[in-house]
T-cell receptor
């Protein structure tokens, strides 16, 4: 069975500072990894995904993530955050069949002025 | 192009009642998945349907059921509602395989 751990439930950071949101997963098969963002009272929006190829993945809004197979991690980073980045961020994993996306519990990013 | 649409937006029911939630996928997507998101938690997988057949089921009781229609839209049904069923119900559509799931805005269900 697959599982996802997001080590930080809340991350406060000042505007224009860098941020890293951590994600670790466990799986016995090949995995495909995703980061989604959820703004208040909205559905989930895809930030970026790793399916294969380069382990450094660039997404929308200046976010990027690095797949590290040996550490089973897929941490999300942004070099300079904006107030508008305040939201809930979810890491998710699926397998070859894509039948079941397993989500982490989420990290609430709060960007302070 | 239209994204994933869900109806209704909000719903209030009482314990023991039945509810039906509806989802229309992105045009061309044949796979629809349903998730339950309780406040403060990540989405939990309920069902996946592809070409009108159930392809996956999460750890939910038999009170939860779903179906997919020939036009690939889908319904999620929940019988004998409990207070604990109060949540945001999310529908996602995708192409087959391990590719991006595109989420709708969700239906907020409140059970009193």
């Amino acid at each position: 069975a697959q599982s996802v751990t997001q080590l930080d439930s809340q991350v406060p950071v000042f505007e224009e500072a860098p941020v890293e949101l951590r994600c670790n997963y466990s799986s016995s098969v090949s995995v495909y990894l995703f980061w989604y963002v959820q703004y208040p009272n909205q559905g989930l929006q895809l930030l970026l995904k790793y399916l294969s190829g380069s382990t450094l993945v660039k997404g929308i809004n200046g976010f990027e993530a690095e797949f590290n197979k040996s550490q089973t991690s897929f941490h999300l980073r942004k070099p300079s955050v904006h107030i508008s980045d305040t939201a809930e961020y979810f890491c998710a994993v699926t397998d070859n069949y894509g039948q079941n996306f397993v989500f982490g519990p989420g990290t609430r990013l709060s960007v302070l002025p | 192009d239209a994204g994933v649409t869900q109806s209704p937006t909000h719903l209030i029911k009482t314990r023991g009642q039945h509810v039906t939630l509806r989802c229309s996928p992105i045009s061309g997507h044949k796979s629809v998945s349903w998730y339950q998101q309780v406040l403060g938690q990540g989405p939990q997988f309920i069902f996946q349907y592809y070409e009108k057949e159930e392809r996956g089921r999460g750890n939910f009781p038999d009170r939860f059921s779903a179906r997919q229609f020939p036009n690939y839209s889908s319904e999620l049904n929940v019988n004998a509602l409990l207070l604990g069923d109060s949540a945001l119900y999310l529908c996602a559509s995708s192409l087959i395989g391990p590719d991006t799931q595109y989420f709708g805005p969700g239906t907020r269900l409140t059970v009193l």
